[in-house]
């Protein structure tokens, strides 16, 4: 007996099946399968995950894509070539976040944002995107890190916010007026004072799960941390700066979180 083609799935399956694919397949690949495919791939059920790659095209300068000295680095480099290939010179950042937001339809839950991501692109998402649940600015977007404040409010349901690097105690307040259900922040690189520390106690004690890995601390800020945000389940402050990976201080604070990283921190003497 002839098994049952793919192309005779219902679309509803389709959906489910293709919704989990990843944007590149969904883009480049899926809708010139079969007619069906090509239905299914454009229903916003699909484009509810929207991990943009690192980048939609290179830096200006760059104007050779074959040797790169950090395309190892980049774990998406293939999306971005054949982004490159399939549209050329044509492909704005602004536009291409445009139209994959514009193909979810309002249903997007998770986006992480390309690199060199500008503030029309970031306010579209912001008013298109009121669904979002968990939002990854990346560290290769400097310049939106420093404007994603003005964008906040509009994002009432977030649960889950990565950031570059930020002035942190500029942004927490906000995010504790306006995102009630946020249990996940992940903020590396930053810079750690009892004023950030104090914002991340009053404004989101209800965390969950903190990321300031490779961060520059002061201790008391850290101990002001460990003292006032009693629901943490996970803390990553590894490879960080200001204080010394077997602190006892430290060590008898954090024994109550079940997963505390603080391996690689030092406290350097200048």
Known sequence: MEGRKWEDLSNDILVNVLGRVGMESLLLDVPFVCKSWYKASREPQCWEHLIFPTFIKPYSGFNCWEHIWWEPEIPDWGFIKRLAMTYQENLSVAAFVKF??????????????????????LEYVANECPRLKSLAVGSYNEYINGIIVKFISKWKNLEMLKLGKYHLKEIIPQIGLHCNNLIWLSSPYNYIGKEEASALVSSLSQLKYLDLHGGD??????????????????????????????????????????????????????
């Open 217 to 270: 601390f002061e201790k008391e800020a850290l101990v002001m941390i460990l003292q006032g945000c009693k629901q943490l389940v996970h803390f990553d402050i590894s490879k960080s700066f200001g204080f010394n990976d077997d602190d006892t201080e430290i060590l008898e604070l954090a024994s109550q979180i079940p997963e505390f990283m603080c391996e690689g921190s030092m406290v350097i003497h200048h």
């Open 100 to 121: 994959i937001v514009n193909r979810s339809s309002g249903n997007a839950t998770i986006i992480q944002l390309p690199g060199g991501c500008t503030e029309e692109a």
